[in-house]
Antibody, heavy 120, light 113 residues
């Protein structure tokens, strides 16, 4: 059974750093892209970027380039999304999702979501 | 960026009746070399991650009931629920993956009348 299991909810202060995770299991982790999607409170979905665990090829949405870092540790089948300095506007639920290819962006499997709250 | 605009923003449909959601892209998402439309549809229920319904504009995802269907090409697409069930109450999103950045429509809320 394919599963993406994300790390738990986070509460942080502005300016703090954060790294959240997404662990894949039940499939060949290095053969599928992992994307990250933001959902701000009461709002829609935004694709942030994706990484291919096979070679760590990473693509970012221009809106998120330089704001976050996507990485992977294929030895433990885990992808990461990190911030060096959080802002209140980063408050959202973050989902990881598996998609078949960089030109096949539809995502059949999703993590459960990691809520991130940034507040002073 | 390709802008995805859904209509309506919300709709209320009686149980067993048809629900139709439209999605228009600001430019074509049809890739001429393979004649594929780079468009997907998702369903999201409160407190849950999105669920894939349709990809390549008209291919149903694994395990998706056949009352869900997708159609359209180029810039105009439709998601149809042929006979609305109570469990279909949700927000529905279209999503293009034609070019970076991939974007989603604003969502359409489907309720029971």
């Amino acid at each position: 059974e394919v599963q993406l299991v994300q790390s738990g909810a986070e509460v942080k202060k502005p300016g703090e750093s954060l790294k959240i995770s997404c662990k894949g299991s039940g499939y060949t982790f290095t053969s599928y892209w992992i994307g990250w999607v933001r959902q701000m409170p009461g709002k829609g979905l935004e694709w942030m970027g994706s990484i291919y665990p096979g070679d760590s090829d990473t693509r970012y949405s221009p809106s998120f380039q330089g704001q976050v870092t996507i990485s992977v540790d294929k030895s433990i089948t885990t992808a990461y999304l990190q911030w060096s300095s959080l802002k209140a506007s980063d408050t959202a639920i973050y989902y990881c999702a598996r998609h078949p290819g960089y030109t096949s962006g539809w995502a059949e499997y999703w993590g459960q979501g990691t809520p991130v709250t940034v507040s002073s | 960026d390709i802008v995805m605009t859904q209509s309506p923003d919300s709709l209320a449909v009686s149980l067993g009746e048809r629900a139709t959601i439209n999605c228009k892209s600001s430019q074509s998402v049809l890739y001429s070399s393979n004649n594929k439309n780079y468009l997907a549809w998702y369903q999201q229920k409160p407190g849950q991650p999105p669920k894939l319904l349709i990809y390549w504009a008209s291919t149903r995802g694994s395990g998706v009931p056949d009352r869900f269907s997708g159609s359209g090409s180029g810039t105009d697409f439709t998601l149809t629920i042929s006979s609305l069930q109570a469990e279909d109450v949700a927000i529905y999103y279209c999503h293009h993956y034609y070019s970076v950045p991939w974007t989603f429509g604003q969502g359409t809320t489907v309720e029971i009348k």
